[in-house]
């Protein structure tokens, strides 16, 4: 009898490394989990976390003179919307292979972020017409910008 309980004990001692080993691995796969998106000319490029959580952001030497700053802005924040979506597309997908079934994995991370839309932003004074071509706003200081 007592060889039966020693038994019974190993094997639940061993299902919990199995369970601590796969819950240890899942977390390295969550923490890994990144999404990307980028620019449709592939000149800003956005890098987040598993949480949305900016980690990466690139950006084309030339694209203060192709992008105003504020499209420039925009385009940033609607990369890292996409990228985010991407992230936890991937993190619900891990929590699925881990969780009873049945259970949503959307419960636990969250609604998706929604999608931004594309539409180029316009300037507040639209009467203003000026050509920045030869202007490099990163290398004005305050007072060169209108």
Do not use: F
């Not at 105003?68 to 997908?93: D, M, Q, W, Y």
């Not at 969780?99 to 959307?106: F, H, I």
């Not at 594309?118 to 009467?127: H, I």
């Amino acid at each position: 009898m007592a060889t039966d309980h020693r038994s019974q004990v190993e094997e639940l001692v061993a299902d919990h490394r199995r369970s601590r080993e796969r819950l240890s691995g899942t977390r390295r796969e969550l923490s890994a989990i990144t999404g990307t998106a980028s620019s449709d000319d592939g000149r800003v490029r956005v890098v987040v976390g598993p949480q949305g959580a900016l980690r990466e952001l690139v950006l084309a030497d030339d694209v203060e003179r192709r992008m105003r700053p504020a499209e420039l802005a925009a385009t940033i924040v609607r990369l890292s919307s996409e990228a985010a979506r991407t992230a936890a597309e991937r993190t619900a997908a891990v929590l699925a292979d881990v969780l009873p079934a049945g259970t949503d994995p959307a419960n636990l991370v969250g609604p998706l972020p929604e999608p931004l839309p594309r539409d180029e932003p316009r300037l507040v004074d639209d009467a203003v017409d000026e050509d920045l071509s030869d202007v490099d706003w990163l290398q004005q200081g305050p007072a060169g910008r209108t």
